[in-house]
Structures are given as structure tokens and as C-alpha cells.
């Protein structure tokens, strides 16, 4: 199986790290529960270009050179390396596009890291023609658009549960299936082994 992750929210914390430095800045705390888009500048009433700021500041974190894993992760992708062609695809900025590489190589065994243009502009393929040009059977995602997306031109989607992505919880197209964690995709996935043998 082809399997493509995305890695922000979905393999390591993104989000929250996001409302932290915001809350840093500003004093206003805003919890992930209240974060009901992907455009996060929305719920908090900042301009789009003040959101890539934060995203930039992120360096002066520490994020990109030690992030944190979401639960599970690291150790459910290693698993699923063992039987499946792993592709990270990401709408990570050209600014942190070697540091991506770099973590991505030192953590996981896989096939690439792809670059879209999804968010910030800078590639011109979205995360679904990336899909389709690698063949993947099955893709790992937060963004609903994106699964929406990937799933109408035939690409299995994980959804991972998300409070930003329910806007489509009633009109979910047929490939999408959400999931809860990564024990939650491991058991899906052997499912489908199961299904397709």
C-alpha cells in the first residue's frame, strides 16, 4: 500500500504551538477547541499575513528543530513502514523546506517529503495532484478541503478528527473515513489489508 501522511496536526503539533505564541504575543488565550476553520487567523481576528508571522516565529521556538509528536505517531508510522511505501506530503513554506527534509529522514523510513502549495501559494501543485502523480492508495489528513479534494479524484482519505475540520461532517464524500488517533488508523488500515487481500 501507498500510504501519504501530512505531518503538521497529524504527526506532530502544530496548532497549539500556533495559540501559544499568539498567546504570548497578545495575552489573548484561545483554546484548540475554539478553532473551528484552518485559516486559523479567522477565529482570532488577525490578518492572514500576521498568521504567517507566528508561523515563521516558530523558529524562535524551537518547533522545526525538536517538535513534538502527536500521540502515537512516530511510533504507529514506523509500524506502518514495515509493510507500505510511506510519502510525507505537507504545505510546509519553502523557508522551513530543508529542516522538513532533514526531521522527516531522521525519524521515519520513506519515500519523500512533497511539497504542495495548499496554503502558502509557493508550489503550484495542490496536495491531491501530488497524491494522484504518486499512485498513493490512502492519504493522511487534517484539512477538510484537502480530503475533500483528494477523495473526489479517488484517493482514500483519513481525516484525522479535528475541531477545524467539521464543516463537512454531513456531506463527507464516500473515501473520507474520520479517524480519533493513530491506533484508531492502524486498525483501518489493517481492515483494509484484510478487505483487499
Known sequence: MKIG????????ECAKHFLQIH??????NVG?????TYNLWIPLQIEKEEAIQIFK??????FHDNPEFIFNAKE?????????DLFFV????EWIKEKTINFV????????????GDFHKEQTKSKADICLELELDLMIEDQAGIAED???RGIRVFLFDKPWNQELNDSLHENVTRVSSWEDILEKINLLEIKNE
Do not use: M, W
Request: net charge negative.
Open 57 to 62: 516565529d516558530f523558529e524562535d521556538y524551537g
Open 23 to 28: 498567546k504570548d504575543r497578545t495575552g489573548i
Open 90 to 93: 505537507t504545505a510546509r513554506p
Open 5 to 12: 501522511i501530512d505531518l503538521d496536526d497529524v504527526t506532530v
Open 150 to 152: 483528494c477523495s473526489k
Open 32 to 36: 484548540i477547541d475554539e478553532i473551528n
Open 105 to 116: 529522514n531522521k525519524h521515519f523510513s520513506n519515500k519523500g517529503v512533497y511539497f504542495s
Open 76 to 84: 504507529s508510522i514506523n509500524k506502518l513502514s514495515q509493510f507500505s
